[in-house]
């Protein structure tokens, strides 16, 4: 049977919600109809024949006492004895120019069964071939005469045809031919009509296992239970051996086959679960009522009962069972155009097609050549369920690796986030720690140290020969504020360090009649993240040394200070200059200021990584205090 | 500070010192009376009250550890009680601790115990000229707390709610040293009206009751959320 392609319309296309749902209906229905023609259009494609100039077709019927004669394809009523056959008698001639190539009789179809006889010899009995028994596969017969028993001329062709019901007996054409003539013929419809059922029959097999499997782990998916077990029941009926003779359970056999709207029931009750989620509890049953109707028929009643109810109760139950399952897929489709849908909806097109072809056929209101397509037609069913819970399964798959896919970005980005807010709340607590011991450290202070310190400047002012003291006692209190002031966080911009330095050191050189020329131009300085308390100190004792120098030797009424940012070819860098008009001093020598002074700045600058230039002449001293780019961790020098 | 305004002559202008440490008090004293201001002296919170009862003086400068009291307390009830008044605390480290307390009950500035005699007497005449002094530190204090941060770091409440995003800027630019007419330039506006942006801060920082205090204290935190 050819697989419909889904070519036209909403095949490929991708759902459109915003289309009104007449005109997807219209589409869809279009779009079965289409399926439905060129299902026809198979049917009714004639199958592989002979040559006809082997064709025998005269024969004479010997049928319940009377004898006619009769041109084949021919119609024998049912009868209710197996022993009581029709008996077609014909002739054909060899010649034995002919005996180099084997000679074969060639039975297309038939039912139900044959045995055949040459010369009065039978060479063939189709009852033990238990796929040849079976109503609903067109199994054809050769068989190969043996050359001894053929005559120069004449020969006899004797066909005992057996009937059984359900419907009437037919034997079609008939051909005796060279063998190489009418294998292919034969072998084109073994495939078509006992091969391929096989195979699907296999696939429906696997379908069942997978689905049990399915089932098994999912128990709540009551739809793949039920397709489970209609797939088990069609694998069973496929390959039960039905030997007319001696079945080994003739009733349960008899049940089996009759197994196809039970089978029908289930793959309805799939659909009705699987596309609709709710099981109808009211009718739900009745849709097994024939089925189980049929199975007691079979399990209690007589055979040939359990045929013509099978033909009166069955056939028209899968019809309707096609009919509402088409009905569901239908809407489902119309719903969420999904690609299982309208697979499954195509199939059941396909099926349903084929049983009105098979019915059109048994009514004989199309010619009947008793091939059932039926069965056959199934398999595109069985496909397009496959590939329906294929697709189902890729998709599942697709929307769980997206998922673990957006689960991991997610948790990669709540990790980074974690771990920047971790660094934050470290730095955080580092700098409250240390902004709770300043401002302990700061009452301590105040309320101890400082003012003692206070009290001795006082003092040693009210004395002239004490100022020393007062002097000492000053230094130490503003060593005191640089200590306490450096210890607060400020963010890294030395220029708020640099602002109260500001304020100390022309509170420093007032007194000395010393100006400070403060050259700054906003915004300054960089700004330095990595900068701790213990770097400002060492810069800010630097300035003050510088500053000191300025004051205690050179002289000048002036000090300028300088901010500014460099611009250099690997980035920005700031520096500070402190610049003094007064005397200068020999920089290499041993004269004042002292060289442990200048040792001093140049260990400390070493030390937060800072380059620092002296220069001294008549012009007066100045110190360049260049910033790193980046100030050191640990200390630079150790010491 | 910088240039002194000198409209008022120093005879004029009366000085309440209250400090309670001998050679302090001398000292700021005797640096007081040779500038020519008209000092009265007081050693505790009581003197210092009595003082106040029989004379209201044109600039109160007080300690605020005392031996009968805080001086807190003098601050807030002065400033109540004589609005023209100008309230200045005296430091010994010039630390946030002490000086943002005192501005924030009415305070506008402060001096340090060790401050040379000039510049404590000069700092007395800008304040009466309407300059009220503001130290690189003190500013520096004020614009880390207008920063957003998950808790409020330790020391003085203090609410700068209030405070103009202008106000803000003036504030970096003296905690980062730069001179009022640099930061004018900077910010694209005259000099001589940045201390008159300095004494809005100060009285913007200042919280009148405790009521005020606590619903200032939850808006902010309102905001926050």
Redesign the interface.
Same mark, same amino acid.
Do not use: N, V, Y
């Given at each position: 049977m050819t697989e419909a392609p889904a070519k036209p319309a909403g095949g490929g296309a991708p759902p459109l919600r915003g289309r009104p749902t007449a005109s997807r209906l219209a589409q869809y229905l279009l779009l079965q109809a289409l399926i439905a023609a060129l299902c026809i259009f198979v049917l009714r494609l004639p199958l592989p024949e002979p040559a006809s100039r082997y064709l025998v077709s005269d024969f004479s019927l010997a049928d319940r006492g009377e004898t006619r004669s009769v041109t084949l394809p021919d119609f024998v009523p049912t009868r209710a004895s197996m022993s009581d056959s029709a008996l077609f008698t014909g002739r054909f001639s060899w010649s034995a120019r002919d005996a180099g190539s084997g000679w074969s009789v060639y039975l297309p179809r038939f039912t139900n069964g044959i045995v055949m006889l040459v010369n009065g010899v039978e060479i063939l009995d189709s009852r033990r071939d238990s796929m040849a028994n079976r109503g609903d596969r067109a199994t054809p017969e050769i068989a190969l005469v043996p050359a001894s028993l053929l005559r120069d001329g004449e020969n006899e062709l004797t066909i005992r045809l057996f009937v059984w019901g359900p419907i009437s007996g037919f034997l079609d054409k008939v051909y005796a031919g060279p063998d190489d003539a009418l294998r292919p013929a034969y072998e084109q419809r073994t495939l078509l009509f006992v091969t391929l059922p096989v195979v699907f029959a296999a696939w429906q097999g696997i379908l069942a296992v997978i689905l049990a499997v399915m089932w098994a782990m999912r128990r709540s998916d009551t739809a793949y239970g039920v397709l489970a077990i209609a797939m088990t029941l069609g694998a069973v009926q496929a390959f039960l051996q039905t030997t007319i003779d001696q079945p080994a359970f003739p009733v349960l056999n008899a049940t089996l086959l009759a197994a196809a709207p039970l089978e029908s029931g289930c793959v309805l009750a799939f659909g009705i679960l699987f596309f609709t989620r709710k099981w109808p509890r009211l009718w739900g049953p009745l849709i097994f009522l024939p089925g189980v109707i049929l199975v007691l028929i079979g399990l209690f009643g007589e055979t040939e009962t359990l045929r013509q109810s099978f033909l009166l109760l069955g056939i028209p139950t899968l019809g309707v069972h096609l009919l509402v399952l088409a009905a569901i897929v239908g809407a489902s489709e119309m719903r969420r155009q999904d690609v299982p849908s309208l697979l499954l909806g195509c199939a059941i097109t396909i099926v349903m097609t084929s049983l009105a072809h098979d019915m059109l056929e048994v009514a004989k209101i199309i010619p009947d050549h008793r091939i059932f397509y039926t069965r056959l037609s199934y398999s595109a069913m069985l496909v397009a369920i496959g590939a329906g819970l294929t697709f189902r399964f890729a998709q599942a798959l697709n929307r769980v690796d997206g998922f673990a896919a957006h689960l991991a970005i997610q948790l990669r980005a709540a990790e980074e986030k974690l771990k920047a807010s971790f660094a934050r709340e470290q730095e955080r607590e580092r700098a409250a720690a240390l902004a709770r011991e300043r401002a302990r450290l700061m009452r301590d202070l105040h309320d101890g140290l400082g003012g003692q310190l206070v009290s001795i400047v006082a003092l040693s002012e009210r004395d002239k020969d004490s100022a020393g003291i007062g002097d000492a006692a000053r230094a130490a209190l503003k060593d005191l504020r640089l200590v306490i002031d450096s210890m607060d966080d400020i963010g890294g911009d030395l220029m708020l360090a640099l602002g109260s330095w500001r304020d100390r050191a022309a509170a420093q050189l007032r007194p000395h009649e010393i100006a400070l020329d403060w050259r700054a131009v906003p915004p300054g300085l960089p700004v330095y993240p990595e900068l701790r308390p213990w770097h400002v100190i060492q810069i800010i004792r630097i300035l003050d040394e510088a500053v000191t120098n300025a004051v205690k030797h050179a002289g000048a009424k002036r000090v300028t200070v300088s901010i500014e940012t460099l611009e250099s070819a690997d980035g920005e860098r700031g520096c500070i200059t402190v610049a003094d008009a007064g005397k200068g001093f020999a920089v290499e020598g041993d004269r004042r200021p002292s060289s442990r002074g200048v040792r001093n700045m140049k260990n400390r600058a070493a030390r937060c990584g800072a380059e620092l230039e002296l220069s001294s002449g008549s012009g007066g001293t100045t110190v360049r205090l260049q910033l790193p780019r980046r100030f050191p961790e640990g200390d630079a020098v150790a010491g | 500070m910088t240039a002194s305004a000198e409209q008022v002559p120093a005879q004029q202008i009366t000085v309440l010192l209250v400090e309670d $440490?001998p050679? !302090?008090l001398?000292?700021l004293q005797d640096a007081l009376d040779k500038a020519g201001f008209d000092v009265a002296a007081a050693a505790t919170l009581a003197e210092a009250r009595a003082s106040l009862a029989a004379r209201t003086p044109r600039v109160l400068l007080t300690d605020l550890?005392l031996p009968d009291g805080h001086g807190v307390d003098l601050i807030r009830e002065t400033r109540a009680r004589l609005p023209d008044t100008e309230i200045m605390v005296i +430091? &010994?480290? =010039?630390?946030e601790? !002490?000086v943002i307390s005192a501005i924030t009950v009415g305070a506008t500035g402060y001096i340090?115990?060790? &401050?040379?005699p000039? $510049?404590i007497a000069a700092t007395v005449r800008d304040l009466v000229a309407g300059h009220s002094p503001i +130290? #690189?530190?003190i #500013?520096?204090?004020i614009v880390?707390r207008t920063q957003a +941060? &998950?808790?409020p770091?330790? =020391?003085p409440e203090l609410n700068t709610a209030k405070l103009t995003p202008r106000e803000i800027d003036i504030l970096w =630019?003296? #905690?980062?040293?730069?001179?009022y007419a640099?930061?004018a330039d900077?910010l694209g506006m005259s000099k001589q009206t940045v201390p008159g942006h300095i004494k809005s801060i100060y009285r913007k920082l200042e919280v009148h009751t405790r009521g005020e205090a606590v619903f200032e204290a939850v808006q902010q935190g309102l905001i926050k959320l």
């Open positions: - | $440490d050679p !302090t001398w000292r550890q +430091s &010994a480290l =010039g630390d601790q !002490t340090l115990k060790d &401050a040379f000039s $510049d +130290s #690189a530190s #500013a520096r204090f880390r +941060s &998950a808790e770091p330790p =020391g =630019g003296i #905690a980062k040293g730069f001179s640099e930061i900077h």
